[in-house]
């Protein structure tokens, strides 16, 4: 591959792969086979261990991360690989955090295989789970100072960097050891397609974990590859369009409702962190209201967000967090800001929880 450090992420999104291409198409075409003629090449020989649209989204992937990138089937199968890789004796995971990963870790837990340690208990060959900005709170976790301090320590440092995207965060650059996202989320951006991803700075150690992949199984289709390869090529202008609605919207919510959570907002406790290491803010942001029924009831009034869990796609979506994660604050609900026009988003706020309307 050639060396493409200096392109701009909505070139590398559009051109990472261009090497990789395969066939006449401008477009990449969807591979089903599962298994290839050796007679014609020796490249390619069975789909668990190789497929040629996966290289490809791994080659943009990788460049937009700046490192090596290794798909999974889910978000969630990317968590399993990195800990099935380290085997740490000890696991810390932040306070605020995706609950399925949460539950992830708590099986190993019962099971034996880890422990759940305070993040000063760690020691060497253990590891430490950030997740910035995280769900659903989106507090923010300063990447560098952790992971230099994990690092003196021998001590591996894992972020689950979902909600920033490789566009507005780079925790590899920051020092981390590994970055996991959901490309169910933003980076294939459609609600259409899972996807998993974990990247490492190391070529050798990502090899490491395609064979883990192959060994496992954990392979994923190649339809959902495809959309999502398709998907990320906008991803650097989906993401800033929507981060900066998202902006617009916690602005006008901040003082109309009890609690805003978003890490763009100078009331954030992490703003300051968000700055240093963000490039903007997100497209996620949380509100609490008095109640569960009250967060129940305003996300139903909602006309264009839709009522829905998951985030990152084209459209906004809502969802009272209580419904689907009984660990989350009673009142809370969960916002993915879509690429829909910020004031018809606004009204829908204001009608849906009763507030002044957005000034035109
Ligand atoms: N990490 C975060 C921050 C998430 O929000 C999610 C899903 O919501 C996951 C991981 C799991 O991803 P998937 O649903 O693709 O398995």
Redesign the pocket.
């Known amino acids: 591959m050639p060396d493409d450090a200096w392109l701009d992420p909505h070139t590398l999104a559009v051109h990472a792969d261009r090497e990789l291409a395969d066939g006449p198409g401008i477009a990449p075409p969807i591979h089903a086979a599962t298994s290839y003629d050796r007679s014609r090449q020796e490249e390619f020989v069975y789909r668990r261990s190789e497929h040629p649209t996966t290289d490809r989204l791994e080659a943009v992937l990788g460049a937009l991360e700046g490192g090596h990138a290794v798909v999974l089937p889910?978000?969630?199968?990317a968590?399993m690989l990195v800990l099935r890789h380290f085997r740490p004796r000890r696991v810390a995971l932040p306070e605020d955090l995706?609950h399925?990963?949460r539950a992830l870790v708590a099986e190993e837990a019962a099971a034996g295989a880890v422990e759940i340690a305070a993040a000063d208990a760690l020691e060497d060959g253990d590891l430490i789970w950030i997740?910035t900005p995280s769900?659903p709170r989106l507090r923010v976790t300063e990447i560098a100072a952790i992971s230099h301090e994990a690092k003196q320590r021998g001590v591996t440092t894992v972020v689950?960097s979902?909600?920033a995207t490789p566009i507005l965060q780079k925790p590899l650059a920051l020092g981390a050891d590994v970055v996991i996202h959901?490309s169910?989320?933003f980076i294939g951006g459609h609600s259409d397609a899972?996807?998993?991803v974990v990247v490492v700075g190391a070529a050798d150690l990502a090899d490491e974990f395609r064979y883990r992949r192959m060994v496992d199984g954990a392979t994923p289709g190649s339809l959902d590859v495809w959309l999502t390869l398709r998907g990320v090529r906008t991803l650097p202008l989906r993401v800033h369009r929507q981060a900066e609605t998202a902006l617009e919207v916690a602005r006008y919510l901040e003082g109309r409702v009890a609690k805003v959570w978003y890490p763009g907002l100078a009331s954030h406790p992490e703003h300051a962190v968000a700055q240093l290491q963000m490039r903007h803010f997100g497209a996620i942001l949380s509100i609490e209201l008095a109640n569960g029924a009250a967060a129940e009831a305003a996300v139903k009034k909602l006309r264009l967000f839709r009522q829905a869990t998951?985030?990152g796609g084209v459209e906004s979506l809502a969802e009272w967090r209580r419904s689907v994660n009984p660990a989350a604050p009673e009142g809370l609900i969960r916002f993915s800001i879509g690429l829909e026009a910020p004031g018809d988003l606004m009204a829908d706020l204001a009608q849906a929880l009763d507030i002044d309307p957005p000034r035109p």
Not at 74 to 77: I, L, N
């Open positions: 889910s978000g969630m199968s968590a995706y399925g990963v997740e769900n689950d979902t909600f959901s169910t989320k899972m996807g998993g998951s985030l």
